[in-house]
């Protein structure tokens, strides 16, 4: 009989003697794994249970619910200890003391007297009260008898029945029973649904109150998402702002610190609360540490405002519901209202809102403007959307300059007498005759007749510090730009800021990222508007605002870059601000080009019609078109790069300084605009050519840009 060999294993190497036999070792099986005891299993099982997220979330629910019961009952307890005790009163007459504010003290020393007398001669009446009310039930239940006896009479007589004498008083007596047959009933019931009811009245007080453990409390309410502005979260906020003297005398008062505050007012998308510091605290302690104030309140640093009103030792605090002021406003009036129409004298620009939500307006009569800022936060459509609605008033007139140069202002074509738009040197030299031009018609008027009125006028720069920042000097060697005595722009500024407000003759500017340098301290302080978009620093808010403004709690620095666009801080006497306060803080309303040529066009069917100059004429005429079409040649078509190489060696004085805005701007609108061939643009010799036709077909002719 063979044996049959079984194979568990393949040998490494193959047997050196195919004839030899080689027998294979059968490996027996590992040991079993022994089966987890059923403890261990049940242990696993269970802490997976109670350590889930979902057993957690129960467990913060059933003790936060249960807690705003017994905190409930807690705070119902002590607001009745409060109401039948003078606890209260002490409380504020400690607070008061511990602020050193006496005269409050006495305030409520006699208060508590008064509720003392007051406490005394009820208890004296509780002597006298039981015969009173005995006496009292025995007249009432005899008058009641009577007159029931007495209404049986008449129906006795009406119905000529004497029985019908005791029918009101058993018909009273058989009501009395059904009463008590009800209770008796009902009573069961009540006595199970009354303690219901109770805990449900104290689950509802402690639940409005929070009154449970942070690590009881739902998420988005512990995280502070959405946490409501209560007077112990100020005062804790307060508390741990980590001023000693503050923290301390916190601690001493026995109300903990409510007595320092004011009511808390709902003020727009927030609330408002005003803070008597106590003895030994400054307020711009307070106002140093306005983003840990901010983050004791589980708020942002943006989302808390602190001004110093007219009180003395007091902060007031404007604290935003999360998140509001990240959601934007309405539009403006000025695109939703069609019939709106302007008054320079009596009426206010509708600008935006305030952070209480409130109509921001502001009246522009015989004022001085100045609008400053980071570099794309909105200052342009700031200062665009006060002209757009001032272009409403068909009395006034504009002079404008924009030293960037990219079409903000376009729409004002056709309505301002002088529109300049460029950055280059020339265009600054541009707008600085411009002004000089606004000066001579200011010393006109001044001369005039006394009475005469004149309509305003209002000189508008947009991008000033380019001017100020401009190297070009005249042929006296005088420059345009600086701060000096001798600089044209500069000293054009300052007389118009001096003496134009009396005439109707108004300076108003847009700057950016000021310094001393682009915008110097005299012209900055002729402004009586003065308002800042976000700024990196608090030097810089104090040159666009003013020490004053700053000091009272104005803080452009502290806003967002970009994120607070279009938010600024203005002080102005043209504009309310809230008593107490050196300035406000607006959201502007957000204007884009279409709605604004929208408005412009409203405003020029309002006036007889405006040739608008885009340039200070001077020297030689130029025809644009006609030079460029000479520099163009016989070419089919030639880069702008080159044609704008050709034109500075045609006349360096007048196109030495040209970009390919100036070059576009020219060319728009005449068919002959710069197009893209191969990759490059280009101007093409043949719509060169009808533009010309066309023209001279029509009998007009450019002015010299």
Same mark, same amino acid.
């Given at each position: 009989m063979s044996e049959n060999v079984v194979r568990l294993h393949k040998d490494p190497e193959p047997p050196a003697d195919a004839g030899t036999v080689t027998t294979l070792t059968v490996v027996p099986d590992p040991a079993p794994v022994p089966p987890v005891p059923l403890w261990v299993r049940s242990g696993r099982a269970i802490r997976t249970a109670v350590t889930h997220e979902r057993t957690r979330t129960a467990a913060r629910a059933v003790a936060r619910h249960g807690l705003y019961t017994v905190n409930g009952g807690r705070i119902v307890a002590r607001r009745t200890w409060d109401g039948r005790t003078g606890a #209260? $009163?002490?409380?504020? @007459? &400690?607070? !008061?003391?511990?602020?050193?504010? $006496?005269?409050?003290?006495?305030?409520?020393?006699?208060?508590?007297?008064?509720?003392?007398?007051?406490?005394?001669? &009820?208890?004296?009446?509780?002597?006298?009260?039981?015969?009173?009310?005995?006496?009292? *039930?025995?007249?009432?239940?005899?008058?009641?008898?009577?007159?029931?006896?007495?209404?049986?009479?008449?129906?006795?007589?009406?119905?000529?029945?004497?029985?019908? *004498?005791?029918?009101?008083?058993?018909?009273?007596?058989?009501?009395?029973?059904?009463?008590?047959?009800?209770?008796?009933?009902?009573?069961? $019931?009540?006595? *199970?649904?009354?303690?219901?009811?109770?805990?449900?009245?104290?689950?509802?007080?402690?639940?409005?109150?929070?009154? !449970?453990?942070?690590?009881?409390?739902?998420?988005?309410?512990?995280?502070?998402?959405?946490?409501? %502005?209560?007077?112990? %979260?100020?005062?804790?906020? =307060?508390?741990?702002?980590?001023?000693?003297? =503050?923290?301390?005398?916190?601690?001493?008062?026995?109300?903990? /610190?409510?007595?320092? =505050?004011?009511? %808390?007012?709902?003020? /727009?998308? /927030? *609330?408002?609360?005003?803070?008597? @510091?106590?003895?030994?605290?400054?307020?711009?302690?307070?106002?140093?540490? #306005?983003?840990?104030?901010?983050?004791?309140?589980t708020r942002h640093e943006h989302e808390v405002f602190i001004t110093i009103p007219e009180a003395a030792r007091t902060v007031r605090l404007w604290i935003a519901d999360s998140g509001a002021l990240d959601e934007p406003i309405g539009p403006s009036p000025l695109v939703t209202d069609e019939t709106m129409t302007a008054d320079y004298a009596k009426g206010r620009a509708p600008w935006g809102q305030d952070l209480r939500g409130d109509a921001a307006a502001l009246s522009l009569y015989q004022r001085h403007l100045l609008i400053t800022g980071l570099s794309n936060q909105g200052k342009t459509v700031a200062l665009r959307s006060l002209a757009l609605w001032l272009s409403l008033d068909k009395s006034v007139q504009f002079l404008m300059g924009d030293l960037k140069g990219v079409g903000d202002w376009a729409m004002f074509d056709g309505l301002a007498t002088t529109l300049i738009q460029g950055p280059t040197d020339e265009h600054v030299i541009q707008v600085t005759e411009m002004v000089e031009g606004a000066v001579d018609e200011m010393n006109r008027r001044i001369q005039a007749p006394p009475g005469t009125v004149f309509p305003p006028l209002i000189v508008l720069v947009d991008e000033a510090q380019v001017a100020f920042m401009c190297p070009a000097k005249d042929e006296d060697k005088r420059p345009y730009g600086g701060s000096k005595a001798n600089s044209r722009y500069f000293m054009a500024v300052r007389k118009i800021h001096n003496q134009g407000r009396a005439v109707n003759v108004l300076m108003w500017q847009g700057t950016q990222d000021p310094t001393n340098e682009n915008l110097p301290k005299l012209v900055r302080e002729g402004a009586h508007t003065r308002a800042s978009l976000a700024l990196g620093t608090e030097s810089q808010a104090r040159m666009a605002l003013g020490d004053k403004a700053v000091d009272g709690g104005a803080a452009p620095n502290l806003l967002r870059p970009g994120l607070d666009r279009g938010t600024l801080v203005v002080a102005s006497d043209g504009i309310t601000i809230p008593a107490g306060q050196s300035s406000i803080t607006v959201r502007t309303h957000y204007i884009d080009d279409d709605a604004a040529e929208a408005i412009t066009d409203r405003a020029k069917a309002l006036r007889d019609g405006v040739t608008t100059l885009h340039a200070i004429e001077r020297g030689e005429e130029r025809d644009p078109l006609t030079d460029i079409a000479t520099v163009v040649g016989d070419a089919t078509r030639v880069r702008t790069q080159d044609v704008l190489k050709r034109l500075a060696v045609l006349n360096p004085d007048a196109y030495g300084k040209w970009s390919f805005l100036d070059l576009k701007r020219v060319l728009d609108g005449t068919g002959a605009e710069p197009y893209k061939s191969d990759g490059v643009m280009v101007v093409g010799r043949d719509r060169l050519a009808r533009a010309l036709a066309n023209r001279d077909g029509d009998g007009s002719a450019s002015a010299a840009e």
């Open positions: #209260r $009163y002490e409380r504020m @007459l &400690r607070a !008061a003391e511990a602020t050193g504010n $006496y005269e409050v003290a006495e305030e409520w020393e006699e208060r508590l007297q008064r509720f003392r007398d007051a406490r005394h001669r &009820r208890r004296m009446d509780l002597l006298h009260s039981p015969l009173d009310v005995a006496k009292g *039930v025995g007249v009432g239940v005899g008058m009641s008898i009577g007159v029931l006896v007495a209404l049986g009479v008449v129906m006795a007589i009406n119905n000529h029945d004497v029985t019908d *004498v005791i029918t009101p008083l058993a018909a009273t007596i058989e009501f009395i029973g059904t009463l008590i047959r009800i209770v008796q009933i009902v009573w069961p $019931y009540a006595v *199970v649904i009354g303690p219901l009811v109770t805990l449900l009245g104290l689950w509802s007080v402690g639940a409005h109150q929070q009154a !449970a453990p942070q690590w009881a409390l739902p998420d988005n309410v512990r995280s502070g998402e959405g946490e409501p %502005i209560t007077p112990s %979260i100020v005062v804790k906020a =307060l508390r741990d702002l980590g001023i000693p003297a =503050l923290r301390k005398a916190i601690q001493e008062m026995g109300d903990a /610190g409510a007595g320092m =505050l004011g009511p %808390i007012r709902i003020a /727009g998308c /927030g *609330v408002e609360v005003d803070v008597t @510091l106590p003895s030994g605290v400054s307020t711009n302690e307070v106002q140093n540490r #306005r983003r840990k104030l901010a983050e004791n309140l």
